[in-house]
Every structure is written in C-alpha cells, then in structure tokens.
C-alpha cells in the first residue's frame, strides 16, 4: 500500500521554472516504479515521466524531454519533477503515481496507486 501527496505547484509566468515533489508513505517505497501524469482542462490524463525503482533509468514524453527531469531519493520516500522553460501548454493538474515493478510504464492502467494532484498554471 502506498499513499502519495503532491506539492509544490503554482502560477508561474512562461518560460519559468517550478519543482513538484510527492511524499510517500508505506513500506518498500524502493519497490516502485514511480511517474507523473498530468490532465489539462478537457483532455485526457496523459503520461509525463516515470523512473525505475532504483532511479538508473528514467522515461520522458516527448513533449516534455530536454525541460523536465524526475528524479527519486528513496531515503526520504519522495519524487521529485523539476520544470524548466515552462510553457502554456503544461498547464495541467499533475499526479504523482506508482506500482509495483521493475520496468518503466507510460500507461496509466499500469500503475495502482495515486496521489490527488496539484495544480500547474503557466501564464502566457
């Protein structure tokens, strides 16, 4: 079982910077695949990053590669999503996920457990 809370969302102007964080609670936190998604007003929950259990590999959408990174300190059970060159477009409310896994995953249905998400505004 794993409980997730996101943090660290905001307002911030385009091409501004922001870094979201998700606090877990539950045993073996290492044993998880972790990643973000993120819905923008009237589309559809989509992938946004994810990294392996151990951090050693990482998995990016296209349309955020080269501006954001996940990263993971396992000792402190947390995810961390820094945000570079923000744009309108990644206005969105953000989750945190994760499941049970070695492997990376872009699939929503793959991952069980959720956090309630944190909103990210860009102006343009």
């Known amino acids: 079982q794993l409980e997730l809370v996101e943090s660290g969302g905001g307002l911030v102007q385009a091409g501004g910077s922001l870094r979201l964080s998700c606090a877990a609670s539950g045993q073996n936190f290492g044993s998880y695949c972790m990643a973000w998604f993120r819905r923008a007003p009237g589309k559809e929950r989509e992938f946004v990053a994810a990294?392996?259990?151990?951090?050693?590999?990482?998995l990016y959408s296209d349309s955020v590669e080269g501006r954001f990174t996940i990263s993971r300190d396992n000792a402190k059970n947390t995810v961390f999503l820094q945000m570079i060159n923000l744009k309108a477009e990644d206005t969105a409310v953000y989750f945190c996920a994760g499941y049970v896994g070695k492997g990376l995953r872009d699939g929503d249905y793959e991952y069980d457990y959720w956090g309630q998400g944190t909103q990210v505004t860009v102006s343009s």
């Open positions: 990294i392996k259990w151990n951090g050693d590999d990482t």
